[in-house]
């Protein structure tokens, strides 16, 4: 029985998808529930699933075609899942290296396949730790650091992991090299929502800073117990900026509201979206109701955010909503940035690095840990006294860590 293999269902957003890469061939046998395609929209890659065993009989649409929701992509002969024949002539036998060779770059994903076509690299010497064997990019980073190719060690956390660059080749006698790669569709969109945030907006940032002494204090002090307590679970930053904006919020609706039309939404609730960066792009998956999350939920969310977000398996209802968003470009030495809004949310607050400075306490000149903080905030809905108040109430709260717990 033939089996229409189709694209998944798009949300209203999302107007249709890219073929990223097949993972079968016609021919091939899969088996229920193995990745055959990846589908990348404007926000994420979108894997299609085998829904039974059997043959691809034949693929419909090719790798860089756009596909509408629920488009067909291939046909599926159902049956039991069986390994494709070759020929019995020498010239078609192939090797077992070369069966390895191809095995492995059936499990790929996009980010690995890239590393691999960058860098040419032998999948056959690449063990892959993923799902069902998948190679994922950090096995390719790590089998090119053993060959001392990548020399820079990869931060420890995957959700603040900076996107690998390769240089462009300089030719022979100074000869001028450029390559031309075409702009992926996840990048494109995320450029045309940046210009469409600064076209359509009244943005403006304000800024502030906060002692971080307090909350590095409570967090070395707390640290080891927190992660014993809370299943391995790591004490950051992020947690404490992400519940100090829930309070905020609250006292200061506005900064939660969204624009529609000539119509100003208030949410009554806070779902904080926080930005990753990936080789694709800079993405924002939400936690929801992060107002209700404890400090730990929080840590843990935006830990596994970072490393579905790495391994692209957020989906697109990760990525849809959000009623404020936290960004720290303090995590790459960001000193003091002005972050660009993400329509229709109406304020976003840009954490930076940490750094001593001299502070004058009571007439005093005292070396304390200092980080600048911005609020970009769309002025058409939010006065810039409100802005100015909530990113105190952020200090204040950051400043004196037990207000957070006692909302205070």
Known sequence: MAIKIKAPAFPESIADGEVAAWHKSEGDSVSRDELIVEIETDKVVLEVLAPQDGVITKILVREGDTVESQQPLATLEEGKAATKKTQESPALTVSADEDKQALSSDLLGPAARQLVEEHKLDTREISGTGKNGRITKEDILKYMKSRESLPAETPSRPELATPVIEKVPVGPSGERVERRVPMTRMRAKIAERLLAASQETAMLSTFNEVNMAPVMALRSKYKEQFEKTHNGTRLGFMGFFVKAACEALKRFPAVNASLDGSDVVYHGYQDIGVAVSTDGGLVVPVMRDADFMSLADVEAAIRDMGLRARDNKLTIDDMTGGTFTVTNGGVFGSLLSTPILNPPQTGILGMHKIQDRPMAVNGEVVVLP????????????????????FLVAIKDLIEDPARIILQL
């Open 370 to 389: 200092m980080m600048y903080l911005a609020l970009t905030y769309d002025h058409r809905i939010i006065d810039g006294k409100t802005a100015v108040q």
